[in-house]
């Protein structure tokens, strides 16, 4: 499995973006896709994450960020609205098989939220 983030960039306090995250290879069924983020001179972190009709979030982004999907494109998608300069970071996508770790990950791409 490959994933290709994109959507990344620089934007204010307040504003949006959106970012998408590809998947190719051989997916399968019954996967878990996510979204996680690395700020600066701190350790990766959970965003969000789909899993067949179940979507979490964590608590610093609910209300905010919102998580969907184009099975058809194999294409995840995060919406972020009302960006804060905490949201800077790189965002990673994921992948992985039921009861497995996320094994499969993204190149990343970088967030920068001016206050």
């Known amino acids: 499995v490959q994933l290709q983030a994109s959507g990344g960039g620089l934007v204010q306090a307040g504003g949006s973006l959106r970012l998408s995250c590809a998947a190719s290879?051989?997916?399968?069924?019954?996967?878990?896709m996510g979204w996680f983020r690395q700020a600066p001179g701190k350790e990766r972190e959970f965003v969000a994450s789909?899993?067949?009709?179940?979507?979490s979030y964590a608590e610093s982004v609910k209300g905010r960020f919102t998580l969907s999907r184009d099975n058809s494109k194999n294409t995840m998608y995060l919406q972020m609205n009302s960006l804060k300069p905490e949201d800077t970071g790189i965002y990673y996508c994921?992948?992985?098989?039921?009861?497995?770790?996320?094994?499969?990950w993204g190149q990343g791409t970088l967030v920068t939220v001016s206050s």
């Open positions: 994921a992948y992985r098989k039921a009861g497995d770790s996320y094994r499969y």
């Open positions: 789909v899993f067949g009709g179940t979507i």
């Open positions: 290879g051989r997916t399968g069924t019954g996967y878990s």
